[in-house]
């Protein structure tokens, strides 16, 4: 069974740095692109960031790009996410989700139950 | 970057037909999935590449894609139908959600 959870959200002030993580059974997780999507508080899906199964290609949101570091350590079967200089906008429940196969593109099959990260002073 | 419009809220009655687009330009011509979020849950993919059901999902999810607009139609829509429903596409490698839609079951 395909199980994905994740770690590390709470509150943060704004310019402050965290880091997600999401630890990932049941499948050949170096096999598949995995994704970050965050929900804002009553708002829809935002994709955040994409990296393939050989960590040698990532993506972003123009709203998180050099801010924010997605990476993955194989051997730990876990996917990171890094995020530098929060904002309050930054607000939201995270969530990874497992891609279709090692290359981004297509549908995401698997998504965990979020973290959330609380941006306040 | 690339938009998808979704409309914000489709109502229907149980039983019935209901229908939520996702627009974009030329989206025909890119790969579809919906995703059914209920409050409080993760999202959960009903349709992915514009028409294919993932294995578990009920027969009356159906969808379809051609020129601009993309469809999400549910035959014979049940209460626990009721849900928010997402469009997603990629373009080149970064993915795009349409803003989603409420459907309401009355």
């Known amino acids: 069974e395909v199980q994905l959870l994740e770690s590390g959200g709470g509150l943060i002030q704004p310019g402050g740095s965290l880091r997600l993580s999401c630890a990932a059974s049941?499948?050949?997780?170096?096999?598949?692109?995995m994704n970050w999507v965050r929900q804002a508080p009553g708002k829809g899906l935002e994709w955040v960031s994409v990296?393939?199964?050989?960590?040698?290609?990532?993506s972003y949101a123009n709203s998180v790009k050099g801010r924010f570091t997605i990476s993955r350590d194989n051997s730990k079967n876990t996917l990171y996410l890094q995020m530098n200089s929060l904002r309050a906008e930054d607000t939201a429940l995270y969530y990874c989700?497992?891609?279709?196969?090692?290359?981004?593109?297509?549908?995401?099959?698997?998504w965990g139950q979020g973290t959330l990260v609380t941006v306040s002073s | 970057s690339y938009d998808l419009t979704q409309p914000p809220s489709v109502s229907v009655s149980p039983g019935q037909t209901a229908s939520i687009t996702c627009s974009g330009d030329?989206?025909?011509?890119?790969?579809v999935s919906w995703f059914q979020q209920r409050p409080g849950q993760c999202p959960v993919l009903v349709i992915y590449?514009?028409?294919r059901r993932p294995s578990g999902i009920p027969e009356r999810f159906s969808g379809s894609n051609s020129g601009n607009t993309a469809a999400l139609t549910i035959s014979g829509t049940q209460a626990m139908d009721e849900a928010n429903y997402y469009c997603?596409?990629?373009?080149?490698?970064?993915?795009?959600f349409g803003g989603g839609t409420k459907l309401t079951v009355l």
């Open positions: 997603l596409v990629w373009d080149s490698s970064t993915a795009v």
């Open positions: 049941g499948f050949t997780f170096s096999g598949y692109a």
């Open positions: 989700a497992k891609g279709w196969g090692a290359t981004p593109g297509g549908p995401f099959d698997y």
């Open positions: 590449q514009d028409n």
């Open positions: 990296i393939n199964g050989n960590d040698d290609a990532t």
């Open positions: 030329k989206l025909g011509h890119k790969y």
